[in-house]
């Protein structure tokens, strides 16, 4: 890749898991304890598209890179 390590489907799913599924624990100070990563599969719908919202406003933001949408991405490959 343009960074110079390799980087497979996993590590990219982790890594986007990791910026953008984050749970943030605070304790009853509102000091944060602990932030986990979940798990995209535990997601309700509309917590995953809100999820795929994040990822396109920063690939947007920092890449100037439009990410399809679901019905946009069908589209383009069913005439392939």
């Avoid at 890749?1 to 910026?19: F, L, W």
């Amino acid at each position: 890749n343009e960074a110079g390590y390799p980087v497979c489907d996993y590590d990219t799913h982790e890594i986007i898991k990791a910026k953008f599924n984050k749970k943030v624990v605070e304790n009853k100070k509102g000091l944060i304890d602990i932030e986990t990563v979940c798990s995209t599969t535990d997601l309700s719908k509309e917590e995953f598209t809100k999820f795929i919202q994040r990822i396109q406003d920063w690939l947007i933001d920092n890449f100037n890179c439009i990410l399809p949408s679901a019905e946009e991405f069908n589209k383009i490959y069913e005439n392939h």
